[in-house]
C-alpha cells in the first residue's frame, strides 16, 4: 500500500487515513477519543511531528501531519496504533482496534495545508455528525486555531 521507491523517512505533509478493524465504529465515546487525542499529542511531541488537522470519525482516523525526519511515517502510525489499541483496552474495548495498514496522501508542493486540514476537519459535517466543524468534539489541531481556519 506504500508509494514503491517513495522514501516515507522524508519530512513534509502526509494526509494519512486509518481504518478501524472492520470499519466497526469503535471511535464513538468521547472519553475515548479523549484519550486518543492526548496520545497522539503525546506521540507527536516525541517524534517531532506537527498535527495540522485531526478528525476521529467513529470508523476511522484522518490526520494531516508533517514529518520532522525524526520519525518515518510508517513508524509513527505504527506507534500511534499500538499505544491506541492499549487505551482502547484501557477504556472497555477488545480484541483490534485498527485495521492493517493504512493509507497515505503525500502533498504535493500546490496543495495548501490550511485548505487540506479545512477537508479533514469538514468530515464530520459531511457525516451529518454535526453542522459546524468547530462542534466536532473529535477534531482539531495541533497547530492552527480552530478560528483562523
Not at 467513529?58 to 499500538?82: A, C, I, N, Q, T
Not at 485495521?99 to 457525516?127: M, S, T, W
Request: glycine share 10%.
Amino acid at each position: 500500500m506504500r508509494l514503491p521507491g517513495f522514501d516515507y523517512r522524508h519530512p513534509g505533509p502526509y494526509h494519512v487515513t486509518i481504518g478501524t478493524y472492520k470499519r466497526q465504529p469503535f471511535l464513538t465515546s468521547s472519553e475515548l477519543v479523549a484519550a486518543l487525542r492526548e496520545e497522539l499529542a503525546s506521540l507527536a511531541a516525541l517524534a517531532g511531528v506537527q498535527v495540522y488537522a485531526y478528525c476521529f470519525m467513529p470508523d476511522h482516523l484522518h490526520l494531516l501531519l508533517v514529518l520532522s525526519g525524526k520519525m518515518d511515517l510508517v513508524e509513527f502510525v505504527r506507534r500511534f496504533k499500538g499505544r491506541s489499541t492499549r487505551i482502547f483496552w484501557q477504556h472497555g474495548g477488545k480484541g483490534k482496534l485498527w485495521q492493517r495498514g493504512f493509507y497515505d496522501h503525500i502533498l504535493r508542493q500546490e496543495e495548501d495545508l490550511r485548505e487540506v486540514a479545512r477537508y479533514i476537519l469538514g468530515n464530520a459535517v459531511r457525516a451529518g455528525l454535526v453542522q459546524d466543524f468547530r462542534a466536532y468534539q473529535g477534531s482539531g489541531s495541533f497547530v492552527f486555531r480552530l478560528e483562523d481556519l
